[in-house]
């Protein structure tokens, strides 16, 4: 080829740029990738796209794009109002633009227009995708299923430590009308933009480290911006977080639908005071049931109290009139034996005083010394008789004054007053160490009053 057959760089780029101007000649949609956005201090904005193969990845297309300032004052409310989040990096877009070819800056597109619809759908279904794969390896519920404590005292916050969400999720705990207190550690991490995902995962290592200290662990992001939650939609950071063995609560401000994250957590709250007032809200819960409890164990106590005194009362009149009974029988018999006994002494002197008439002509014939003898015999005998018989009596007296003593001392009230008590054990009394179970309720009677205790 000769010198005069070749054309310039200039004339083949402005044919080029004629050519597709003219098969350009009016705005088209296209379906690209960002990977790379900026804006300046102008207010333009200057983008990469890409198209990739879906199978392997690869980038198959590149081109430049630029949205002038005023569009772009035009596009970003509305596109934010549509998806929740501003253009960045990562979003896959359906943009109305044109074909801009210049000679010394190359090809690239200017941007009209953008489908927030089909990015918003794109979001709906990289989500699904997330889901679904999370699904697939069996974690997506593992967090739920660990027990939340019922007073969630000791919190690991994982959050920017400049977010106003955390300033007033702080100030909500330590000023609760309840006067509870809570031990609140924030572990700072970024909570929205490149990097906040392995951020959060960080900060979630280190409270990995200490978990023995805290209940549960919360994610807030209150007071940011609400355009950019792509993070929380993050594949690795719904992995670790659904595999943490501390229950996750979440108050990240997701007005829209719940993100991956807000999925996977034990808890998900809309925003951090929502989170604070769920966690002061389950403290009342529990004290009042605690409350309700213990004044259900008073009023049993108190029941069991009086049913025992009364059972005590009926068991002291029971034995005061078996004790009344006894004696009584006791009397009755002294009674009979004291008849007995004077009903022997008389049949004794007649049946002496038959004998002494029957001796008495017997003494007539004996000498003085015989009758001397024969009274001082019976005299003797008639000494005897009245010995022996207050021998009797008196020891059926100490006989009876025994029982009488034996029956004081066998009254409950005085064995409890001598340090003696009465253990019982569903309603049992209990006299064996067989009869009782670790666990098992006990309540001891006592001279002063009812304890209450449990078997180790």
Known sequence: MTDNQAISLYEL????????????????????????????????????????????????????????????????????????????????VMLRVTVEMHELYGLSLNVLDIDAQYTLGDIAQQRAKVIAQLTADGVIDMNKQIPLPLVVQRIAVVSSDTAAGWGDFVNQLENNDFGYKFHVELFPALMQGDGAAESIIAAMDKIFSQMDEFDAVAIMRGGGSKSDLSCFDNYELAYYAAQFPLPILTGIGHERDDSVLDLVANTRLKTPTALAAFIIDRAAAFEQELTQKCDYVIDVARQRIEQNIKRVDDDYHRFVLGVRAVVGHSQEQLSGLNLLANSAVRRYFDLRTAQLSTFEQKIRLLPQIGIAAGSTRLATLEQRLRTALATFFEARQHQLDRLELVCRQADPRNVLKRGYSIVRSKGKAVTSPEQVQAGDSLSIQTAGGEIKGVVG
């Open 13 to 92: 780029l402005h044919n080029v740029r004629a050519e597709l101007k003219n098969s350009f000649a009016t705005p088209v949609w296209v379906v690209a990738e960002i990977i790379e956005f900026g804006q300046r201090g102008n207010g333009h904005c200057y983008m990469e796209l890409v198209e990739k193969d879906q199978d392997t990845e690869r980038m198959t297309a590149k081109v430049k794009a630029t949205i002038w300032a005023n569009v772009y004052a035009r596009l970003s409310p509305y596109f934010e109002s549509v998806t929740g989040e501003s253009l960045h990096a990562g979003l896959k």
